[in-house]
């Protein structure tokens, strides 16, 4: 079975900053999907980024960005300027890949607190 | 924009009591799906609908719980008998049909289900 693994539970950071929160997984397919979901204080989880494990480039949103490290099975979350509306629970996310079969189901880590500080 | 839609946002009950908590996905989308997230812990996945069934289902999802899409607009989750431990955010979220290599699933904003 796939473990998603997020072992920061808290991080903070100063309103411009840049913050790098971290997340692990474990799988033995090849090909799959990884998430980021942010979710606020409202409680609706919202997609962040995404990035599909066939591709070696790294997905950028905007101020978001990840590094992917196929063969370490890592895959951390960037983010760049940070604003106070970033402050919210960030959720690492896996999904097997759809056209070969697998599960659609997301398996998720335990998530990442952060704080913005002004 | 189109989003996912779930009633009440918080139900309360009494132990023992059946719940049933609606969701309305995305027009368009064929994929349903139930998670819950007890307070202070991570996501967890429950069911997947498809096609007038479940698709997938976790341990969680035992005979307590049950999954109905009873027209062509809303998704259910029922829970038979409520147990203490049931007490959780329980998330909605739907996608686009199968044939999309990457379908994104958007979520609704929740149901908070307290069991006292």
């Known amino acids: 079975a796939q473990t998603v693994t997020q072992s920061q539970p808290e991080m903070s950071v100063q309103e411009a900053e840049t913050v790098t929160l971290s997340c692990t997984y474990d799988?033995?397919?090849?090909?799959?999907?990884l998430f980021w979901y942010k979710q606020p204080p409202s409680r609706q989880m919202i997609l962040v980024i995404r990035?599909?494990?066939?591709?070696?480039q790294n997905a950028t949103e905007n101020r978001f960005s990840v590094n992917f490290q196929k063969a370490a099975k890592s895959f951390s979350l960037k983010i760049s300027d940070s604003q106070l509306g970033d402050a919210a629970m960030y959720f690492c996310?896996?999904?097997?890949?759809?056209?070969?079969?697998?599960?659609?189901?997301?398996?998720f880590g335990k998530g990442t607190k952060l704080t913005v500080n002004p | 924009e189109p989003e996912v839609t779930q009633t009440p946002s918080h139900q309360v009950t009494q132990m023992g009591q059946e719940v049933i908590l609606r969701c309305v996905p995305i027009?368009?989308?064929?994929?349903f799906y139930w998670y819950r997230q007890i307070l202070g812990q991570k996501v967890e996945f429950l069911v997947s609908f498809y096609n007038n069934e479940i698709s997938e289902k976790s341990e969680i999802f035992d005979d307590q719980f049950s999954v109905e899409r009873p027209d062509g607009s809303n998704f259910t989750l029922k829970i038979r008998s409520t147990k203490l431990e049931d007490s959780a955010m329980y998330f909605c979220a739907s996608s686009e049909p199968r044939g999309f290599s990457y379908n994104e699933q958007f979520f609704g904003p929740g149901t908070r289900l307290t069991v006292l």
């Open positions: 027009s368009n989308h064929l994929y």
């Open positions: 990035q599909e494990a066939y591709k070696q």
């Open positions: 799988t033995s397919e090849s090909d799959y999907y």
């Open positions: 996310a896996y999904r097997n890949s759809i056209t070969q079969g697998g599960s659609e189901k997301l398996v």
